[in-house]
């Protein structure tokens, strides 16, 4: 190195001094090591994740479903065992560089004391960042703050502080409670029978990680100055007459001590995932991530160490082969809906089964007479005694997607309307559709308005319903996926005598019915008959199949006009359709006994936070978030309406069209594209992305600009704009800061929509 040849003794002591000269290390050797610190730092700064709500799990934990000093000394001890874990695998990997250690005593201690710079800029970090999201986000006082940064500190002192005093001591005291010596061959010899096979696990993961060959000549850095203690500088001893095996015994005197450590750490996670349903056993998702990444790390290292230059092939290979499991079923990443039946005969799902529910007319006609029905219970409902001349105003929801903002923006805006209406806007309401959490929102507020009128709640208004839809759903899904989905899903949930595998989609259900009050806990079954007689809305779930783009749709009702077309009712036959009827689909398969909280999910699959949802058939259809194909539900709308153009003309006195978006209808022109070489690689693909759903508003306009010619009714459509641009943007998660529902209750006296809201209530009555 160039520094070597520096002759200034005082500039030579800064330059190696052992702290930076670590740094440099694992810049240069140890990038694997530094891949885990850049996730965290990127979670804890919201570098990272921001639009799935991530960093809301580090700076906003959660545990028994409170915020409080508790799940940030949870969060403490978590970090505490991840930077004991880095210390570990850094010694391991890097002692042998550093021959002087070889002459101090507690060579490990003072190893880790020298290689704090980056685990103490993240604890700093972290600091900063919690104080500061509590304080603008939260609105805690300067005690609530000090008291919660006070009990991360403190946890991670409970982890770090006996772990340097007593578990890395020396290797005979911690194997001496299992009762296994180390003999001066370096074999483990063990006195109990018990202590067996911990020895053979911990004998060969120690003869994996020692580092067998010598160390070349270049591979020793140069080292001048070191810390004795946090607050003690000293100079290094020379170690050229020191025989290099005997340092090299030194070295590995912690590398059973990793072992151990690895094992518990695995234990840890496969017993969080075997109790996960102990309600104490629930840690924080941030701590749960932080305990994966840990294992990750320690075992990432321990390959490294073993294979050296081939540790990326064999990593590669792993991939490959997950590769190959996953595509013959070894390995099932899908997630189940609950409800169905998977054991019997899967549905056929080809071309010949599609075209013939596609033409069978008999059941059109059937379907048509059926829902024709509920109108008339609807118009028989909603018209005024006094007035029998006047035709009421059919009113359709259009809710659309975005995680929990979108369910509570639902939910407090209909609401808030509803009660400024007197009932009437809910009362008026024929059919709601959309996506992820609008139709969430809508499906609670719907519920309450079905146990009003049978008088099991009486004041379906009350704020305190918003306050419980609001509530976190981010958490129980990280856990889950961080303690069970990325390793073995071996827990079952039986339901009618059926079995199907618990994961992150199961968690979120029973997270979702857990803040509702369980209100939501029905099948789709128990729909049919309250959407039958028009006692509430009819609601249309859309999800997409993944296989082939199709809707799947999704109502407790018969509702094939909305997959077929034909002549009869003006539209032309067609040798395809665009959408399945998930009830007669799978009627075979008990499709009526679907969860509703599982349809909900099926509408909400967002990517990679919530599974894949696989459904019984041949091939296997996979379904995602009913956003990708019709975020605001108008389309959905629009077939509705012109299937049933002629009764809604004749028995109507027109529609209105009531469009619940979470974010203003604003088409913002690009500014200053850049030229650099990466935004030209991604943008093509980064901006068709990012403007897939106001290319659905244009079509959505496109089509309702078209209603006047086949729809004999005025029409109009009212928007209910949530605040959610520029400095107000909220993410897109299944979790809300106190600051973000304080936002999006706000939004409500927005001049925009107090005007829609009037307007509403001209067009009702």
Avoid at 29 to 47: C, E, K, M
Avoid at 276 to 292: N, Y
Avoid at 602 to 625: G, H, N, Q, R
């Amino acid at each position: 190195m160039a520094f070597r040849r520096i002759k200034n003794q005082t500039l030579r002591r800064i330059i190696f001094f052992f702290p930076f000269q670590l740094v440099l290390v694992h810049l240069r050797n140890n990038q694997i090591l530094l891949v885990f610190w850049v996730l965290l730092f990127g979670f804890t700064t919201s570098s990272f994740g921001v639009n799935y709500g991530v960093p809301y799990l580090f700076l906003d934990p959660e545990y028994l479903g409170k915020v409080d000093v508790w799940s940030y000394m949870i969060m403490g001890f978590a970090v505490g065992g991840f930077i004991m874990a880095f210390n570990i695998s850094s010694y391991i990997m890097n002692a042998y560089r550093f021959h002087f250690l070889a002459t101090l005593s507690r060579p490990f201690f003072k190893y880790c004391v020298n290689n704090s710079i980056i685990p103490l800029a993240f604890v700093i970090t972290y600091l900063v960042e919690i104080i500061t999201f509590q304080y603008q986000s939260e609105f805690l006082d300067e005690r609530k703050i000090f008291i919660d940064a006070f009990g991360f500190l403190l946890g991670m002192l409970l982890f770090i502080g006996p772990a340097t005093t007593y578990f890395f001591t020396t290797n005979k005291d911690i194997f001496r409670v299992l009762g296994i010596k180390v003999g001066t061959d370096n074999r483990m010899k063990a006195e109990r029978p018990l202590a067996k096979p911990i020895k053979v696990i911990l004998q060969k993961n120690y003869e994996w990680r020692r580092i067998k060959k010598e160390p070349k000549e270049g591979d020793e850095w140069t080292v001048e100055t070191y810390l004795n203690d946090p607050f003690q500088v000293m100079l290094t001893r020379d170690t050229d007459h020191y025989e290099r095996t005997a340092l090299k015994k030194v070295f590995e005197q912690n590398h059973l001590n990793a072992a151990l450590f690895e094992i518990l750490a695995v234990i840890t996670i496969l017993g969080l995932g075997l109790f996960r349903e102990v309600t104490f056993l629930q840690i924080p998702a941030g701590a749960t991530i932080v305990l994966v990444c840990t294992i990750l790390l320690m075992l990432t290292s321990a390959m490294h160490t073993m294979l050296r230059q081939w540790s990326p092939t064999f990593f590669i290979g792993i991939f490959i082969l997950l590769y190959v499991f996953s595509k013959h079923d070894l390995i099932d990443p899908h997630s189940p809906v609950f409800g169905i039946n998977y054991d019997t005969i899967p549905a056929t799902y080809n071309y010949e089964t599609l075209d013939s529910l596609q033409n069978d007319f008999v059941n059109y006609q059937e379907d048509y007479k059926h829902t024709t029905y509920i109108l008339n219970n609807w118009k028989k409902k909603n018209r005024n005694p006094r007035q029998k001349w006047k035709k009421p105003k059919m009113v359709l929801i259009c809710a659309n997607g975005g995680g929990l903002r979108s369910a509570l923006w639902t939910f407090c805006s209909l609401q808030y309307a509803d009660s400024i209406l007197q009932g009437e806007l809910l009362s008026h309401t024929q059919l709601i559709t959309g996506s992820s959490g609008g139709m969430i929102g809508s499906a609670y507020l719907r519920e309450l308005y079905a146990m009003s009128q049978s008088d099991t709640i009486t004041y379906m208004h009350s704020p305190t319903y918003a306050d419980s839809i609001a509530q976190d759903m981010l958490n129980p899904i990280a856990f889950t996926l961080a303690i069970n989905d990325l390793f073995i899903r071996f827990q079952k949930i039986t339901d009618k005598g059926r079995s199907y595998t618990k994961d992150r989609g199961y968690a979120l259900e029973k997270q979702l019915n857990a803040n509702t009050n369980q209100i939501l806990n029905k099948r789709l079954k128990d729909y049919y008959e309250p959407e039958k007689q028009a006692l509430i809305p009819m609601m249309v779930f859309t999800p997409i199949i993944i296989n082939d783009g199709r809707t799947l749709y999704i109502s407790p009702q018969p509702v094939s006009y909305l997959t077929q077309k034909h002549k009869e009712h003006g539209l032309e036959l067609t040798t395809n359709t665009d959408g399945v009827e998930f009830r007669r689909f799978f009627k075979n398969q008990d499709a009526d006994e679907l969860w509703f909280s599982s349809a909900l999910r099926m509408s909400a699959t967002f990517p990679y936070i919530s599974p894949v949802i696989t459904l019984p058939s041949e091939p296997k259809i996979d379904v995602m978030d009913a956003g990708l194909k019709d975020n605001y539900g108008a389309f959905t709308a629009i077939k509705f309406l012109y299937t049933f153009r002629n009764w809604i003309s004749k028995n109507t006195s027109g529609v209105v069209i009531i469009q619940v978006r979470d974010s203003h209808k604003i088409f913002p022109i690009e500014d200053n594209p850049g030229h650099s070489l990466i935004h030209l690689i991604t943008r093509p693909l980064g901006n068709v992305y990012n403007n897939i759903f106001n290319m659905q508003d244009y079509n959505n306009d496109e089509f309702l600009r078209h209603t006047n010619r086949w729809l004999d009714a005025p029409i109009e459509v009212v928007d209910l704009q949530l605040r959610n641009e520029g400095a107000d943007n909220i993410s897109l998660s299944w979790h809300l800061t106190t600051d973000e529902k304080r936002r999006i209750r706000s939004s409500l006296y927005l001049p925009e929509n107090q005007k829609a809201i009037i307007r509403l209530k001209e067009l009702l009555k």
